[in-house]
């Protein structure tokens, strides 16, 4: 475990997105050369966005298990090169389409022909290796007997299985007849450990700490609530009888409908809160630091009827706020955790944040649209995180050319950029570098910048689109694009900003 310095800076960068000829990126070389890039540039850390299974949208906020690893990130090569794949299976794997977007169809079916190939010729040489790991990590056992009844049952939710699977102890009873099937899945888990633990230790070796990401909800159909349905605000059928969703905001008019069940709270406390506590050991064992996704959800949460069709009309109800965190802070302590703090603010999250002593996030994209907001850099404290932007925003560059000119003006004016025609040739990197410049130089602990800023790309290279369920999660960068980067730019002003 490596210790974020109290003054650095990040590059936040999701593992898929990273070069592969394999159409996601995943913890190949291509994962140890970009540590190799980030310390050239003068950075301390890698923010990454959750290495959970994504959803049927292909985001990592919504998975099957708080607690399993990303299959789609094992990587091919290695696998051959540990005599698990021959060639021509490896062959397979590789993707001739476009090196600048995810292509999940062809991924999914690719890398699961590659692990079924894999446990095939080799999980007999690693069985007693696989049996240590699943025993001494509980939960891979539940994931892989979720899996192997999900898979019996084509893939329906569990709430559609016969009674015997969709209870969790008489399912258990049916392990012996799922052998075969749940041997896979913990083989799946074992090798996702196995090769994110080389490419962790190479980065904590060159002083790389890596920043995580845990999304405050799980889905429906996951492992998580066909074991605990207890722990969650289910109807007699075990559907949610309210979901999770945040009100109307800049992102979008209609709120934002996530439809996660949301906790019984009072069930957690009785439980002293374990199954959080666990969640949070299993994160941290991941990363050196982690992100908590939507924190605002501890202090209180909106909630939307499980039937309607937007956000517009929800509830905010209260959440545990410090009877979790005492748990918390009581176990982890609170340097190695960030607060997702943004959205819908109110006196309950800064109080639970002060309570905490947790640090908070401030993005710039949103200083300039709420007089003297706290998001504006002259207002940054030591205890936060600045960004140029999330996953969620625009990118720098697309975000600049989107404001009307006169809010332009603004945000140019008050980052000291000294163009006086922003629409002409290199004044959108220079333009780009004023407000990158801005932030480095606040008072905030860490900084953090999307890769695509390091690029000065346009809309077309965002992440994620918050409320537009298709095409999101997509973006991919290439090994010339990564060397393109004005390397030197980046050290100098890391250097000049002693961070």
């Given at each position: 475990?490596?210790?974020?310095?109290?003054?650095?800076?990040a590059?936040?960068?999701?593992?898929?997105?990273?070069?592969?000829?394999?159409?996601?990126?995943?913890?190949?070389?291509?994962?140890?050369?970009?540590?190799d890039?980030?310390?050239?540039?003068?950075?301390?850390a890698?923010?990454?966005?959750p290495?959970n299974l994504?959803?049927?949208g292909n985001s990592?906020?919504?998975?099957?298990?708080?607690?399993?690893?990303?299959?789609?990130?094992i990587?091919?090569?290695?696998?051959?090169?540990?005599?698990?794949?021959?060639?021509?299976?490896?062959e397979r794997?590789?993707?001739?389409g476009?090196?600048?977007t995810?292509d999940?169809?062809?991924?999914y079916?690719?890398?699961?022909?590659?692990?079924?190939?894999?446990?095939?010729n080799?999980?007999?040489?690693?069985?007693?290796?696989?049996?240590?790991?699943?025993?001494?990590n509980p939960?891979?056992?539940?994931?892989?007997?979720?899996?192997?009844?999900?898979e019996?049952?084509?893939?329906?939710?569990?709430q559609e299985?016969e009674?015997?699977?969709k209870?969790?102890?008489?399912?258990r009873?049916?392990?012996?007849?799922?052998k075969?099937e749940?041997?896979f899945?913990?083989?799946?888990?074992y090798?996702?450990?196995?090769q994110?633990?080389e490419?962790?230790k190479?980065?904590?070796?060159?002083?790389?700490?890596?920043?995580?990401?845990?999304p405050?909800?799980?889905?429906?159909?996951?492992?998580?609530?066909?074991?605990?349905?207890?722990?969650f605000?289910?109807?007699?059928?075990?559907l949610?009888k309210?979901?999770?969703?945040?009100?109307?905001?800049?992102?979008s008019?209609?709120?934002?409908?996530?439809g996660?069940?949301?906790?019984?709270?009072?069930?957690?406390?009785?439980?002293?809160f374990?199954?959080?506590?666990?969640?949070?050991?299993?994160?941290?064992?991941?990363?050196?630091?982690?992100?908590?996704?939507?924190?605002?959800?501890?202090?209180?949460?909106?909630?939307?009827?499980?039937?309607?069709k937007?956000?517009?009309?929800?509830?905010w109800?209260k959440?545990?706020?410090?009877?979790?965190?005492?748990?918390?802070l009581?176990?982890f302590?609170?340097e190695?955790?960030?607060?997702e703090?943004?959205?819908?603010?109110?006196?309950?999250?800064?109080?639970?944040?002060?309570?905490?002593?947790?640090k908070?996030?401030?993005v710039?994209?949103?200083?300039?649209?709420?007089?003297?907001?706290?998001?504006?850099p002259?207002?940054?404290?030591?205890?936060?995180?600045?960004?140029?932007?999330t996953?969620?925003?625009?990118?720098?560059?697309?975000?600049?050319?989107?404001?009307?000119e006169?809010?332009?003006?603004?945000?140019?004016?008050y980052?000291?950029?000294?163009?006086?025609?922003?629409g002409k040739?290199?004044?959108?990197?220079t333009?780009?570098?004023?407000?990158?410049?801005?932030?480095?130089?606040?008072?905030?602990a860490i900084?953090?910048i999307?890769?695509?800023?390091l690029c000065?790309?346009?809309?077309?290279?965002?992440?994620?689109?918050?409320?537009v369920?298709k095409?999101?999660?997509?973006?991919?960068?290439?090994?010339?694009?990564?060397?393109?980067?004005?390397?030197?730019?980046f050290r100098?002003?890391?250097r000049?900003?002693?961070?």
């Amino acid at each position: 475990m490596l210790k974020l310095k109290k003054r650095c800076s990040a590059v936040l960068m999701s593992v898929s997105s990273l070069p592969s000829p394999y159409g996601i990126g995943g913890f190949g070389d291509e994962f140890e050369k970009f540590i190799d890039f980030l310390i050239s540039c003068g950075f301390s850390a890698m923010q990454v966005l959750p290495f959970n299974l994504p959803d049927f949208g292909n985001s990592p906020y919504g998975s099957c298990s708080a607690f399993a690893g990303n299959y789609l990130y094992i990587d091919p090569q290695k696998l051959k090169n540990d005599g698990f794949l021959t060639e021509k299976e490896l062959e397979r794997c590789v993707y001739n389409g476009s090196p600048y977007t995810v292509d999940y169809d062809f991924v999914y079916k690719a890398k699961r022909n590659m692990l079924n190939s894999a446990f095939k010729n080799g999980f007999e040489k690693v069985k007693a290796e696989v049996e240590a790991f699943s025993k001494s990590n509980p939960w891979v056992l539940d994931y892989a007997l979720y899996m192997a009844i999900k898979e019996k049952h084509n893939g329906a939710s569990w709430q559609e299985w016969e009674l015997e699977f969709k209870n969790y102890k008489t399912a258990r009873l049916k392990a012996d007849s799922l052998k075969d099937e749940i041997n896979f899945y913990c083989f799946e888990q074992y090798l996702f450990s196995k090769q994110y633990s080389e490419v962790k230790k190479y980065a904590e070796d060159n002083g790389v700490s890596i920043i995580g990401d845990i999304p405050i909800y799980v889905a429906v159909d996951s492992v998580d609530v066909w074991k605990n349905p207890e722990l969650f605000c289910l109807d007699d059928d075990y559907l949610p009888k309210v979901v999770a969703g945040v009100p109307p905001d800049a992102f979008s008019s209609e709120g934002q409908l996530w439809g996660n069940p949301v906790y019984d709270w009072e069930q957690h406390e009785k439980g002293k809160f374990s199954w959080w506590i666990s969640r949070l050991e299993r994160t941290l064992e991941l990363y050196d630091t982690v992100r908590i996704d939507h924190f605002r959800g501890f202090a209180s949460y909106y909630t939307v009827d499980a039937n309607a069709k937007d956000a517009k009309n929800g509830e905010w109800k209260k959440g545990p706020r410090m009877k979790l965190f005492s748990e918390v802070l009581k176990r982890f302590g609170n340097e190695r955790i960030i607060a997702e703090d943004l959205g819908t603010y109110s006196e309950d999250v800064a109080e639970l944040l002060q309570n905490t002593g947790i640090k908070g996030m401030r993005v710039i994209q949103f200083g300039f649209s709420d007089g003297d907001s706290t998001h504006l850099p002259h207002n940054y404290s030591k205890n936060c995180l600045a960004y140029i932007g999330t996953h969620d925003n625009n990118t720098l560059l697309g975000w600049l050319w989107d404001l009307d000119e006169n809010q332009r003006s603004t945000v140019l004016n008050y980052c000291g950029f000294k163009g006086d025609d922003w629409g002409k040739g290199g004044f959108y990197s220079t333009s780009c570098r004023s407000v990158i410049e801005t932030v480095w130089k606040t008072s905030a602990a860490i900084t953090v910048i999307p890769f695509q800023d390091l690029c000065g790309f346009g809309s077309d290279a965002r992440m994620n689109i918050p409320g537009v369920p298709k095409d999101n999660w997509r973006f991919r960068t290439t090994a010339e694009t990564i060397k393109s980067v004005d390397e030197a730019y980046f050290r100098k002003i890391n250097r000049l900003f002693f961070r």
